[in-house]
């Protein structure tokens, strides 16, 4: 394994001290490995805390910021933070109105956000979770842990963080980043395994001439392993398993395509055309569009497409000015 | 014959510690095939923080009941993830189940039944899901079915069930966790925390069997 | 070889459509590979025209927008264009106050330039060219080509779109270019090898634990192979190559640490965790600094730092607005 | 014995871009050790587009000089690189020093020599640089010593010469063009430049000699 490290058990620190240098406008409270706006949070304004597995950036921490989170808990590696920092950032974002926590359903996710929920709650906070789970690759059965959260993140993140920032009270920014949610889909494919620091080496070998189909962003195996093919034809493959399970409705829908680490923007500006033409063919309006790493896993060669069907509303929150690291515009 | 008092729950965790360490490669590549690859350096983080903590406890003359509630917390803060949860909650029921200096096998088993429990009831899970459940579950029955005998006998015969239980991991199919993305692609690995919920029961076994030297 | 493509053939014209879907704000002409900006550029304004190869997304055409170039030209994979797309993007921006190229230092980058300036002049449109050689990995001798172009260029686009936006004559323009790049360094190191389309095999092989030290952007191999260690080392041997050939002064750096196109983001924080350290250390001041891919190299593992002196004017520039798909902000 | 004509000239770049189409692997390949891996592909693509050209300027009926110059300028549009603008250059110039419908083997290697000056101004470099001059001069010079022999004869002695000067660069540290950012590391490599420009004079003279079965 080589990667631009010192020590596989320091990466997130150093990563976070390296974040520290390069933004003054977020502050990075090293101890706890939490990121938040270097200002005090607005009085009033409900706070948005969310957080993971490191591995994912520019997920969490650069969606901190104006617009967006007050703050992102840093776990290590593919594993969630632990509930003693997730209540730190949730108590040092309260500013009265309440705390959303932004969950990515996997398992490790919601034992700590919940276990820091009931903390908070204890201490007389009141916290609503939004949970993310948009990745159809796993189906939501009694023979999974129900959807893993990905791509969708991305949007809950900018649509809650923006309800909060004009003022919504508790409810209606936890509403959002519910309704967001429940409006997207995602699925990804790998070409190439990532490496963790702690393991050295990749999680799982592939053939030249395989890929793993419906891959989360943890590593892990996908559903299953198949034959390389052309960009139009695994586009195609990948807008149908999305498609199939997207809420129907006439709304547009904001397209994300985003690399899972390794993969050039290049590869990412032609897996978006696939995408628009597609979608193009099948009477699906793209109303805005990323391309770019925005939900990643480490170094895994691949992809995701993330739809999520938007409503003005939505997408005036959507455009609403946003400053972090990641995204900014407005 | 000897109780369950807190010099013995250091021993215990001490053991675990040790045996953490030495399968952590293991643990990690059990979860690579099937989850995130990251069980080994999850419990190995957690537990170098535990034999801080366990120290200190020691120093600090807690009874038995109150260090498991301790350490289990020390878990919930330090390893993240899964596993960090479930098995300090799991810990702290079971500490919590207990009172005074020493616990006598049957208190201990009606402790490590309480933490048990306590897993099922956070995590969901059931015997066959393919989780640390499937060890769990057999070694707090096996150490139940022992009251009667003395610490280190009910700790060996549970051992010995969470490996059994840990080995029938295998082929199920995952219901829990991330292996449960897998699908049918989860038959054929054993469960990393099954895994190292045997290892812990071993630790447990090993640290109250006097050793051939003593 | 397993990449987002249907045709290596087609990898340049595919992700230009998709950029077209991507990006209305852009206007693409896909039989020149020619990206500009939607509107028409405003009389009297500097046109600011830049290119080469592709597979260094974002550059160049990530950089097309306000505040920034006017104009892309999308060679093939690592070829330069040619001589007649240049001519036509040229004429394209020319809004009568005449239009300097930006030019990666490289023979082939040169030539067609140099050609298309040549016909542009044929033709009665002034032409500047600034020329970049930042990368400290050539030694500038009768030896070599000169030292290549690298990160250097997104400095140079920036500074002097925004002197050309604030209404810069042509030489005005050329010159805050020229002295960006006069007051640049940078050098890369690798830790593996890209793989273009056409050849479908990494472009070299490294051990385990070897590295190519001095890369450049296109693939080939380094100045030399080194062992691999822990990125404060690697770091601090960078910053020693770029140090010496940078201009002593007072001023503070812009650092640019850059991405090749298969690094994490997480990594990326690591080394500019280093960079901003052993600059503290050495006395060197950062005054801004960008952490992400920039300049790539397809999915060459590695990454690159650039530093460059910037004083008020050049601060002034850099932190002037600018919205295109890869910088924004202001 | 037979002048260069317009279709003589066909010939050439039917037959070059065949030879390179047949060798764009090991063009990439040798550019891939010393450069950037894509001298076959820019030049297949360079050749694909002269075949569209030459073969519609031969119906126009252009003369052998406009020919050569219109492909020069074909190869500048469509090969880019630093190869593109070199042979397109040398072409190009080859071509204007040409005149009349047909040209004999003196008035050929002139041309010739007037391309490789060309090319050597554009490009500034020198025999020795280890690029295409170093296989493109000693052919020049071959042919124009053979200047009073027929057109095939010439050739063929351009294309030994060509091939000579193209294995003398294996040895060569490289002065120009991407290769000598490798500095001491480019020595031990055969130049893709010199490469094909040893392709092109073979193909030349392959073109000029009368195949077995005529
Ligand atoms: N719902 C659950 N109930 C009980 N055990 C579980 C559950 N989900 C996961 N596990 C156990 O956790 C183990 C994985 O732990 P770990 O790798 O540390 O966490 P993560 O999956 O968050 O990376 C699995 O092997 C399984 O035994
Ligand atoms: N200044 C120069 N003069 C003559 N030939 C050169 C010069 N620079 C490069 N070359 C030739 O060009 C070849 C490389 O061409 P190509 O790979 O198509 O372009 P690029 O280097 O732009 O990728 C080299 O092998 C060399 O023979
Ligand atoms: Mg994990
Ligand atoms: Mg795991
Ligand atoms: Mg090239
Ligand atoms: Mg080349």
Wanted: hydrophobic share 45%.
């Amino acid at each position: 394994m080589k990667k631009f490290l010192d020590d596989a058990d320091t990466a997130v620190a150093d990563a976070l001290a390296g974040l520290a240098f390069a933004r003054p406008d977020l502050k990075v409270d090293q101890e706890l490995r939490i990121v938040t706006r270097a200002g005090a949070v607005r009085p009033g304004k409900v706070g948005l805390v969310s957080g993971g597995g490191s591995g994912h950036e520019p997920l969490h921490s650069g969606y901190v910021g104006t617009g967006m989170l007050d703050a992102a808990c840093a776990g290590e590696i593919f594993s969630s933070p632990t509930p003693d920092r997730i209540l730190a950032a949730t108590k040092a974002v309260s500013a009265g109105a309440g705390v959303v926590h932004i969950v990515k359903n996997y398992t490790g996710d919601n034992l700590n956000f919940d276990m820091a929920a009931e903390l908070a709650r204890d201490e007389g906070l009141e916290v609503e979770k939004v949970l993310v789970d948009d990745d159809v690759a796993v189906r939501d059965s009694t023979w999974t842990a129900g959807r893993r959260g990905t791509g969708a993140t991305v949007i809950v993140e900018k649509a809650a963080g923006a309800r909060a920032e004009e003022g919504g009270d508790l409810k209606a920014v936890a509403d959002i980043g519910r309704r967001v949610n429940a409006a997207s889909r995602s699925f990804a494919v790998a070409l190439g395994a990532c490496t963790t620091p702690a393991a050295g080496r990749p999680g799982f070998e592939l053939a030249e001439d395989e890929i793993e189909i419906g891959v989360g962003i943890h590593g892990e195996p996908g559903r299953a392993r198949g034959p390389m093919r052309p960009a139009r034809a695994l586009v195609a493959d990948m807008l149908d398993a999305v498609l199939e399970e997207l809420p129907a409705s006439d709304d547009p829908v904001i397209a994300l395509v985003s690399g899972l680490g390794a993969t050039p923007l290049l590869e990412l500006y032609v897996v978006y055309r696939h995408v628009a033409e597609e979608l193009d063919r099948r009477g699906v309006r793209i109303a805005r569009n990323l391309v770019g790493n925005y939900v990643t896993s480490l170094d895994m060669a691949g992809a995701s497409i993330t739809l999520c069907r938007a409503d003005a509303e939505l997408l005036r929150l959507w455009d609403a000015p946003v400053d972090t690291p990641a995204l900014r515009w407005g | 014959m000897r109780d369950l008092d807190t010099a013995a729950a250091l021993s215990w965790m001490r053991a675990a510690a040790a045996a953490i360490a030495a399968h952590e490669a293991e643990l990690s590549a059990l979860d690579a095939a099937i989850g995130d690859g990251d069980h080994g350096a999850n419990l190995r983080r957690g537990f170098s923080a535990v034999a801080v903590t366990a120290e200190q406890l020691v120093a600090d003359g807690v009874q038995p009941g109150p260090f498991l509630v301790e350490v289990g917390g020390t878990l919930i803060s330090s390893v993240g993830g899964a596993a960090g949860p479930l098995y300090g909650t799991a810990l702290r029921s079971a500490g919590k189940a207990l009172s005074g200096p020493a616990a006598d096998t049957a208190a201990v088993g009606a402790a490590l039944r309480a933490g048990l429990d306590a897993l099922c009831r956070l995590g969901g899970a059931q015997v066959g899901d393919k989780t640390m459940v499937d060890a769990f579950a057999p070694a707090v029955g096996a150490f139940q079915s022992a009251a009667d005998q003395d610490l280190a006998t009910a700790a060996l015969r549970a051992a010995a069930a969470a490996e059994e239980g840990m080995r029938a991991t295998t082929p199920l199919r995952a219901r829990k966790g991330r292996a449960s993305y897998l699908g049918e692609r989860s038959i054929g690995h054993q469960d990393p925390g099954a895994t190292s919920t045997a290892l812990m029961f071993r630790a447990l076994a090993e640290s109250l069997t006097p050793s051939p030297a003593e």
